[in-house]
T-cell receptor
Framework: QKEVEQNSGPLSVPEGAIASLNCTYS??????FFWYRQYSGKSPELIMS????GDKEDGRFTAQLNKASQYVSLLIRDSQPSDSATYLC??????????FGKGTRLHILP | GAGVSQSPSNKVTEKGKDVELRCDPI?????LYWYRQSLGQGLEFLIY????????KSGLPSDRFSAERTGGSVSTLTIQRTQQEDSAVYLC??????????FGPGTRLTVL
């Protein structure tokens, strides 16, 4: 079982709709969860971090964490073409090492 | 404040040559990571430092790859006898313990 799993996509969402990105992880002791965005040819940049069960909102972005089910999701409201990118889920594992998923490619359709 | 810096930004080398890639993390960050990313692919973990020690070297593809970190700061990734399949973008990231990682701009390595 992979440590952090994401659907590779591409996920196509019409402009203005809600994009929903999902991630599951295998290590129950994980405490820190991150979503990164990576534009083509650029380095990943942090969008959200979440540490507690429930929802965390920041502008158009909402991160959701469910430790019992071992999944974390990212919702993007009012999707814009500029949101088109690869979204990487990251989780802390053993030895405090951060583990990344392979990423989900998101396409926002104008 | 200064972010993570990497040098060189681009490196073109001939097959069989050795290369050294440098990463300067954010000051005070204890953890440092090296990743490799081929075109259109995800992040491939190479090695992780906590301070000067490397608890996890499991991602290094072969014994041609090595890395060190000195003074809990600068890290160097060395690739010996480069092969064409080593061509990729090499990314460095630093963080404070298991917190947010901040990525450098990467080094684009091309092996001819």
């Amino acid at each position: 079982q992979k440590e952090v799993e994401q659907n590779s996509g591409p996920l196509s969402v019409p402009e203005g709709a809600i994009a929903s990105l999902n991630c599951t992880y295998s290590d129950r002791v994980s405490q820190s969860f991150f979503w990164y965005r990576q534009y083509s040819g650029k380095s990943p940049e942090l969008i959200m971090s979440i540490y507690s069960n429930g929802d965390k909102e920041d502008g158009r972005f909402t991160a959701q964490l469910n430790k019992a089910s071992q999944y974390v999701s990212l919702l993007i409201r009012d999707s814009q073409p500029s949101d088109s990118a690869t979204y990487l889920c990251a989780v802390n594992g053993r030895d405090d090492k951060i583990i990344f998923g392979k990423g989900t490619r998101l396409h926002i359709l104008p | 404040g200064a972010g993570v810096s990497q040098s060189p930004s681009n490196k073109v080398t001939e097959k069989g040559k050795d290369v050294e890639l440098r990463c300067d993390p954010i000051s005070g960050h204890t953890a440092l990571y090296w990743y490799r990313q081929s075109l259109g692919q995800g992040l491939e973990f190479l090695i992780y430092f906590q301070g000067n020690s490397a608890p996890d070297k499991s991602g290094l593809p072969s014994d041609r790859f090595s890395a060190e970190r000195t003074g809990g700061s600068v890290s160097t990734l060395t690739i010996q006898r480069t092969q064409q399949e080593d061509s990729a973008v090499y990314l460095c990231a630093s963080s404070l313990l298991a917190n947010t990682q901040y990525f450098g701009p990467g080094t684009r390595l091309t092996v001819l």
